[in-house]
């Protein structure tokens, strides 16, 4: 059986040189000293169950920057006995990885089995990633890959089912501030930092190991009279910029959070997922897109006003820009967030749809058709229609459905705002509507 703990004889147990990067030298050299990732390397934890059994399955970690993918891959092989093997998806081309395919087999021969850790494998396209395939399935390779991004989306279905997809966590406060522990064991000094100072660099690493050990390397490199404060720190320190690719998972994450925040009546978690996306740098004209089809989803006739507020909101932003302008989409959200709700439309819009799709091309009912030829007046089209504006209280009740369809109820209001005064007024033309014909 595999020791948890073992590591024998490979990179990730090598000495980094004294020059090297403080994350070099802090790089864990035992699976039980990675830091955040308990629920997979714990004795409990899918890593923890494969090295203990002394067999790995190919598997695919998914997780933030700086949480430990890289590291893990190199620890798994030593604690199983396997030969190490790594390329990056951003490096590697075709001829690449048929070199590391030759060499794995050629090992193999040996008796020596290859784990290949492959970095951002995300970057192969479709066919590069059929290409693991048979190697995996034979054995020749366990196939470790690490992504940044959500699988389901960006790899093979082929490839997924022939590995297992860890979700390795941003690094919380905990397990960042042991970091920055071990920094300071290894520095022997304590980092120029008061006790809030600390807590805002381990707030601003955003769950990135190897950022805030960057961080404070530099901090140790300068030498202060007195320990920063939180101002201090700032000053000296660059802002890190929020994780956030507008074409990837992140940005649809956030988007859902805001949706779902609006359609929830929270205008304050709603105002926190607009702002966790301005500042990343979304586009602010996406944004309004998104408010805009919100306000007819969501909310349509239960306030009307919030279709106008999002098409003003776009206006002034359009003549503003940024950042004036970023204050009326700020009020187009809160608009929306603290409008009655109601998805009637978005209901109605579906069932119509649908309706119209199952029901072909029936003819409207000939009273309600014009007649600009005289054939068609000889034929019927426009006889019989009663003009409304003419009829008592401005409706006349007639039929304007097909004859071989019975009336459809496709809109149906709520109780809230302004629809439930047009439910009222719905329900008083129904029954007037009964009344006319005699109902």
Same mark, same amino acid.
């Given at each position: 059986?595999?020791?948890? *703990? ?32 308990? %629920? ?6 899918? @890593? ?5 059994? +002394?067999?790995?399955?190919?598997? @695919?970690?998914? &997780?933030?920057?700086?949480? +430990? ?17 790594? /390329? ?32 951002? /494998? %995300?970057? *192969?396209?479709?066919? !590069? ?56 064991? @290894? ?14 660099? @381990?707030?601003? #690493? ?25 101002? +201090?720190? +700032?000053? *000296? ?12 998972? &992140? ?7 805001? %949706? ?8 304050? =978690? ?9 500042? #990343? ?13 919100? #306000?007819?989803?969501? /909310? ?15 206006? #002034?932003?359009?003549?503003? &820009?940024?950042?004036?302008? $970023? ?11 603290? =409008?009655?709700?109601?998805?009637? =439309? ?13 029901? &072909? ?33 401005? *409706? ?9 369809? !019975? ?23 129904? $029954? ?8």
């Amino acid at each position: 059986m595999a020791d948890l *703990f073992a590591d024998p004889d490979q990179p990730a147990a090598d000495t980094p040189a004294p020059d090297a990067p403080l994350a070099d030298r802090l790089r864990p050299g035992t699976l039980g000293d990675v830091v955040g990732q308990n %629920h997979l390397t714990g004795p409990d934890g899918a @890593i923890g169950r494969m090295v203990a059994a +002394g067999k790995l399955s190919s598997m @695919i970690l998914w &997780g933030p920057p700086g949480t +430990g993918k890289t590291t893990i891959a190199r620890l798994l092989a030593g604690a199983v006995g396997l030969r190490y093997a790594a /390329i990056s998806a951003v490096f590697s081309g075709v001829a690449d990885l048929k070199r590391v395919f030759a060499e794995a087999r050629d090992h193999a021969r040996t008796g020596k089995r290859t784990l290949l850790f492959v970095d951002e /494998i %995300h970057r *192969f396209n479709r066919a !590069q990633q059929d290409g693991f395939l048979p190697y995996v399935e034979d054995g020749t390779v366990t196939l470790v890959g690490a992504t940044t991004e959500n699988p389901s989306f960006e790899l093979n279905a082929a490839l997924l089912s022939r590995a297992q997809v860890l979700i390795l966590h941003r690094l919380d406060a905990a397990a960042l501030g042991l970091l920055l522990d071990r920094a300071e064991a @290894i520095m022997e000094r304590s980092l120029p930092l008061d006790a809030d100072a600390r807590a805002a660099l @381990i707030a601003s #690493a955003d769950g990135d190991g190897r950022f805030l050990l960057n961080q404070a390397e530099t901090l140790f490199s300068v030498h202060f009279d007195a320990p920063l404060d939180p101002a +201090g720190l +700032g000053q *000296f320190l660059q802002r890190r910029v929020a994780v956030y690719d507008k074409d990837r998972e &992140g940005h649809y994450n956030l988007i859902s959070a805001l %949706h779902k925040s609006l359609r929830g009546s929270d205008p304050q =978690a709603a105002l926190y997922y607009l702002a966790r996306m301005l500042t #990343a740098g979304e586009e602010p004209l996406y944004v309004l897109r998104r408010l805009t089809r919100f #306000a007819s989803e969501d /909310i349509g006739l239960a306030d009307p006003q919030a279709l106008v507020q999002c098409l003003a909101a776009k206006d #002034a932003y359009d003549f503003l &820009g940024s950042p004036e302008g $970023e204050l009326a989409i700020v009020q187009a959200c809160l608009y929306c967030a603290t =409008a009655p709700k109601s998805n009637a =439309a978005y209901v109605a819009q579906k069932a119509a749809w649908r309706s119209a799709r199952e029901t &072909g091309s029936l003819m409207p009912p000939q009273n309600i058709l014009n007649a600009p030829t005289r054939l068609m007046k000889d034929i019927g089209y426009g006889k019989g229609y009663r003009y409304d504006h003419d009829a008592e209280g401005g *409706f006349s009740g007639d039929n304007y459905w097909p004859a071989e369809m !019975q009336p459809q109820r496709f809109y149906v209001p709520t109780d809230r705002g302004t629809e439930k005064r047009i439910a009222e007024r719905m329900a008083w033309w129904d $029954e007037r509507r009964g009344a006319l014909r005699g109902e």
